[in-house]
């Protein structure tokens, strides 16, 4: 079968196209023959290792010291696709179904077929969606509702989202919107119509307004990107007002989460969900993408071939939403 070998760290060259021998699933597994995957900003910070401090020390030792270890060298953690074969022991799926699933980080979804383990993060694909719609859904979605239910957002309150329209930003928008909130979405210049279209009722162009500046105060502020002191929003939230930050990278949380919690607020940071609840969630999209509650923004399409090209587009932070990878079309 074909897949995309991340040979060693570095640049969009290290992934490579080979021929590789086709998996054979474990009693307890599925096979896959995978139809749509995508490129997202964390398979580029994984291919580059671009994490700072201990973070870069904890994914050299997850994935592999000096390059990516042989069971983690096909990325990819997001897929959609139809089962092939079934291990002798699976029951909950059968030859023929479609369906979509997160790989989490055993990756392995840049190739054309893959095993996931039956009681993985699986599902049946939603009826109402393509493969590549339905691909781009469990990273982002998963992370968006991780945060999402733990702010418990009620109905009138109001909701920015710093990243909005990424592909945990632009869930996040949609569920906030499921909610009730009233929603402002920060982002790039070209993506402002893509947010409104999706819900936004507000839209700031982060590289033209500095939202912290214009004295509005919200009850949840979900920070997508990170990179910044929760001392910048402090001023941006309303008493008891919620600061969500999906991009921990290992900085002064606990510094920054005893400063919010002696000001009154919540900063909630980190994601430690089990496999059940992650499952739970999964199916919870599910169920609003069949109502026509949550739909995927989809960027751009590359072939399998073309995931070197798909990185280097990602990396330009010029994508709206995410970029789909199709194979085996
Ligand atoms: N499990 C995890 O921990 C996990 C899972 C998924 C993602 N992540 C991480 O979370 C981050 C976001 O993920 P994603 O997939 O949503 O990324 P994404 O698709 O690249 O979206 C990020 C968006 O934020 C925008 N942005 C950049 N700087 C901004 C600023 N100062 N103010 C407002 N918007 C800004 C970017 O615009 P530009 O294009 O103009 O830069 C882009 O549109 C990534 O670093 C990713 O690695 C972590």
Redesign the pocket.
Known sequence: MKAIICTKYGSPDVLQLKDIEKPTPKDNEILVKIHATTV???DC?MRSLKFSGWLKFLMRLGLGFMRPRKKHNILGQELAGKIESVGSEVKLFKKGDPIFASTGFNFGAYAEYVCLPEDGIVLIKPDNMSYEEAAAVP??GL?ALHYLRKANIQKGQTVLI??A?????TVAIQLSKYYGAKVTG???PK?LEVMKSIGADKVID?TKEDFTQNGITYDVIFD??GKSSYSDFQKSLKKNGIYLL??PQLKLINREKRAANKSGMKYISG?MDDKKEVIEQLNFLRKLIEEGKLKSVIDKRYPLEQIPEAHRY?ET????GNVVITVNQ
């Open positions: 997202t900003m964390a910070e990273t982002g992370e710093r990243g329209s990424g592909s945990i930003g920060v982002d790039n993506s982060y997508v990107i999906a991009n994601n990602v932070g010029k994508k709206t």
